[in-house]
């Protein structure tokens, strides 16, 4: 029992940094008719820009650097938008093309950056938190100033949407385009808002992994992505609220797996869990109405 | 009379479907007599195409039943009911763009051996043979509906008008027993829309039993035998263009509507 | 120049396993409308079971092992892993083309694929984990008694003439009212449906000849590697056979080849044997594997129907000869349209 709520202290931890994540991904994706399978890369760039400006640039304090590289990671996502997906997902009405064109940008992003940060296992330069008995978990501190922020987040995200006229907006573009279309919308600028907090909350989640994990490499964001897709899946493809949830399973299940199975499978037992539903509800466990 | 109704090529019974709360279909019962063209007429949103879809397969309805030549085809997807002998085209035409018109028309034959791969590399000269006389088949449709010299275009160039003529090609390839058609004019020239009409009764002559829906009622009135009248998902009424003119509630529902709106245009 | 006549007979052997590889995402893709994200996982379990089927029985000791190994001669063990791996793609395409909408077959096959992934890391029971299979017997080398090098020849003829079949095979399939049903159903599934063909059924067809396509080339490259673990692939590299397709031309068999060529030689192979001979860092190799995103988005821009374009087949194909009718057309059909 007393491994077990360990465990489960883990999954809340985890469940931070895949709501995180999750959330980012649900919300471009509500906007779109295609998956930004680059999604993992951009995670990878929050947690590797930090790095940079933490060990190799300014030598900024941890806690300072990974706001601003979660910034730029989020001016990174426009700009993807505007110069690479968006002129193909207008272009082509199919949209396996453009998420064909992301796996191309994923594989862009991966490999200038083995380039500039090698493949080796980094860490940040920040004193080594020691975990603390928390109740019944085991938290270090570090660990739980990143739930802590992440649940400050995900509130801020609720209060954006629902009551702010930029999140009202955010909503009516996602829930239906054509309608926001002819409501005098501005489409372009509401895009690349959803844009730039998608790539937000991907470099901060990126960055709330490698805390979690105590380390990063250039690819240890893209073995979490199907972890990620995992929530955005349970709850709904493009529902927020959704993602937050299956966010929460997702980590509980995760954590808690290793006390049945092999902990080597446990990034799985989350996904299998999808699938199996996904095969008696398909439309997702939270259907979104007027998406068809 | 008495025995087209006693013996109808395809009936409805009670068929309903809604979308997301909104009742599309809400009941449709009808008969569509043999070897007539029968017309589906009622007022935008009645839901005629979705009837003609739910006939069809394309969408599974809610509740219902559907009977083409005696079969009992509810809840059968797609591919099966066509197999029955069913052929629909599409309201907005739905050709397969990146193939030529002639394989088009080849790709909607019926019981061919050569979409079995068995058949492709065990029997390659009877398959090939097959081939060549579909090509033949299919161009000679294709001559009669003013689309020979446009063979080996690809589909997704054709215009509007060609596209509906494609469509109907297409369908007729297959040699159903039932065709329905989802506006078949909307949208093209008078002249062409006079040669649709003679098609379509020489299809009716062929032996060919055919629902079409059809906004406009001159023409109704000119080719079609029978008319069934919907109205939100409903059947309203069924009989001959002259009788339900006679009908206070249709013309309340519908031709009021449509006649004034033709005369408006 | 030995060493570059050797490099240049692997640089081929690539283009032509690729070239099989390419072939069957065509299929799947270009000519069956299906977003076969999950591809490079059929790569991954052809060579797996070409492993598998040619390695002796090894019991499991200190986390190395296999679970089976069927010791069968290379040749046979290729094409059989081929039919289970399109066997395997085949039940892949049955549980999940039958109810997801396109957006989440696609997010589920790259799901799929990472989950395998992840799982043949973690497993030893079956393919060793991160050790993986190691001296798969290189096939007829024992009993011709070659060494490498002549094998490296050798067997670059054997994957020559597989590919040669193969190729023969895609172009029936393809020129077959089978292959003209596949395109319908790219074109317009609904449609496809509508004139009476059952499209789930030909969906796991061409998804089972698409496995089997992908299991030889899968197959070919773990014997070349006489090795195959978690490493020697992703389910990300699927980009890289999408890109041969798109670059060489969708729907084109002989755009396959072209396109597996371009990326063989001028952004994978070409590039490792000049960083690893001359440049001595394997940066140059990594940028050009970063290039290959961007010349898949120019190539998609600019020509999106790739440098061999899928060939319409004109009436002639289909009749043997000229058509004879006269010339009819309809005059009204040269009217002006209404909208
Ligand atoms: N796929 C769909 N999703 C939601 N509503 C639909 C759908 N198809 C049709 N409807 C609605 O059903 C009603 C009937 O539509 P339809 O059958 O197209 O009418 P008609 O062909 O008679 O003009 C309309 O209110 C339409 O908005
Ligand atoms: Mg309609």
């Known amino acids: ?292 | ?265 | 120049m030995s060493a570059f006549f050797l490099f240049v007979m692997t640089m081929v052997f690539y283009v032509i396993v690729f070239w099989i590889g390419s072939l069957g995402l065509d299929l799947v893709w270009s000519r069956t409308g299906i977003p076969i994200f999950a591809y490079y996982l059929y790569v991954a379990i052809g060579a797996y079971l070409t492993g598998l089927f040619s390695l002796p029985h090894v019991p499991l000791q200190n986390g190395v092992g296999n679970l089976f190994g069927l010791d069968m001669p290379g040749l046979l063990a290729l094409p059989l892993a081929a039919v289970a791996t399109g066997v395997i793609a085949m039940g892949i395409g049955a549980v999940f083309l039958r109810r997801l909408r396109t957006d989440y077959l696609a997010v589920v096959m790259v799901a799929v694929a990472l989950v395998i992934w992840d799982f043949s890391q973690n497993d030893i029971t079956l393919v060793s984990g991160n050790t993986g299979l190691t001296n798969i017997p290189l096939p007829l080398a024992g009993v011709l008694k070659i060494n490498i090098n002549q094998w490296t020849y050798l067997y670059t003829g054997v994957a020559l003439v597989w590919a040669l079949a193969l190729w023969w095979v895609m172009k029936t399939v393809s020129n077959s009212p089978t292959g003209r049903v596949f395109r319908a159903i790219r074109d317009d599934s609904v449609v496809a449906a509508t004139i009476g063909k059952n499209v789930y059924r030909y969906q796991i067809l061409s998804m089972g000849i698409g496995g089997f396509y992908a299991a030889i080339a899968g197959g070919f490259l773990a014997q070349l590697a006489t090795s195959w673990n978690p490493s020697s692939w992703a389910p990300f590299e699927v980009f890289n056979v999408f890109t041969m397709v798109i670059v060489g031309g969708v729907g084109s068999n002989l755009g396959a080849l072209v396109g597996a060529a371009l990326l063989q030689v001028l952004f994978i192979q070409g590039p490792t044997y000049v960083a690893s001979n001359y440049l001595h860092s394997p940066t140059f190799e990594t940028l050009a594997a970063a290039a290959i995103g961007v010349l898949m988005w120019l190539s998609l821009w600019f020509r999106p129907q790739g440098a061999v374009p899928e060939k319409l087949k004109p009436t002639k194909w289909y009749l043997g000869r000229e058509p004879q009718l006269a010339e009819s057309i309809n005059p009204d059909l040269t009217v002006e349209e209404r909208a």
């Open chain 2, 1 to 265: 009379m008495a025995n087209e109704l006693t013996n109808p090529i395809l009936s409805t019974r009670d068929l309903k479907k809604s979308f997301l709360g909104v009742t599309a279909v809400n009941g449709a019962t009808f008969d569509v007599p043999r070897n007539l063209i029968t017309a589906l007429i009622g007022p935008n949103g009645a839901g005629k195409t979705t009837v003609v879809s739910l006939i069809s397969g394309q969408i599974k309805a809610d509740s219902g039943q559907v009977s083409i030549d005696g079969v009992d085809v509810s809840g059968w997807p797609a591919h099966r009911i066509s197999q029955q002998g069913l052929m629909r085209t599409f309201q907005l035409s739905r050709e397969l763009g990146g193939m030529t018109v002639l394989e088009n028309l080849m790709v909607s034959a019926r019981r061919q051996s050569g979409e079995n791969l068995l058949n492709v590399f065990l029997r390659p000269g009877a398959v090939k043979k097959e081939e060549q006389a579909l090509a033949e088949r299919a161009l000679e449709i294709l001559n009669r509906y003013g689309l020979y010299h446009l063979r080996d275009s690809r589909a997704q160039a054709l215009s509007g008008g060609q596209k509906k003529l494609l469509e109907i090609s297409r369908a007729v390839i297959a040699d159903p027993k039932i065709l329905l058609l989802d506006e078949p004019m909307a949208g093209v020239n008078p002249a062409l829309i006079e040669k649709i009409g003679e098609y379509i009764i020489d299809l009716r002559n062929g032996g060919m039993s055919i629902l079409m829906i059809e906004h406009n009622l001159g023409i109704v009135e000119k080719i079609c035998d029978n008319v069934i009248v919907l109205a939100e998902g409903r059947t309203l009424a069924t009989g001959k263009m002259s009788e339900l003119r006679e009908n206070e509630e249709v013309v309340r529902a519908y031709l009021g509507e449509v006649i004034n709106a033709d005369n408006g245009r």
């Open chain 1, 1 to 292: 029992m007393h491994l077990f709520w360990i465990d489960f202290g883990t999954g809340l931890a985890t469940a931070a940094v895949v709501a995180l994540a999750a959330t980012g991904l649900t919300l471009q994706f509500g906007i779109t008719n295609y998956i930004n399978f680059a999604y993992g890369d951009f995670m990878a760039l929050g947690a590797l820009l930090t790095f940079a400006l933490n060990n190799q640039a300014l030598h900024l304090n941890f806690w300072v650097a990974a706001p601003i590289a979660a910034i730029l990671v989020g001016v990174f996502a426009v700009i993807a938008n505007q110069f690479l997906l968006a002129p193909f997902a207008r272009r082509f009405s199919n949209p396996a093309l453009t998420m064909i064109v992301t796996f191309g940008l994923s594989l862009f992003m991966a490999n200038v950056a083995t380039v500039i940060w090698t493949g080796n296992t980094l860490f940040y330069r920040m004193p080594i938190s020691v975990d603390k008995k928390v109740g019944p978990f085991l938290w270090s501190p570090d660990v739980m100033v990143v739930m802590v922020f992440a649940v400050v987040v995900m509130i801020l995200i609720h209060l954006l949407l629902k009551m702010t006229r930029l999140g009202k907006m955010m909503r009516a573009l996602s829930d239906n385009t054509s309608l926001a279309l002819t409501s005098g919308i501005d489409v372009r600028q509401i895009t690349n808002v959803t844009w730039f907090m998608s790539g937000l909350l991907a470099g901060l989640g990126g960055i709330a992994l490698a805390v979690q994990e105590a380390n990063l490499t250039v690819t240890s964001a893209e073995s979490y992505l199907f972890v990620i897709f995992a929530a955005v899946i349970l709850g709904g493809i493009g529902s927020v609220y959704g993602a937050m949830l299956g966010a929460l399973a997702i980590g509980l299940l995760t954590e808690t797996a290793p006390l049945y199975i092999n902990a080597g499978y446990k990034l799985d037992v989350g996904f299998f869990i999808v699938i199996v539903l996904l095969l008696f509800r398909p439309q997702g466990l939270v259907p979104r109405l007027g998406r068809s």
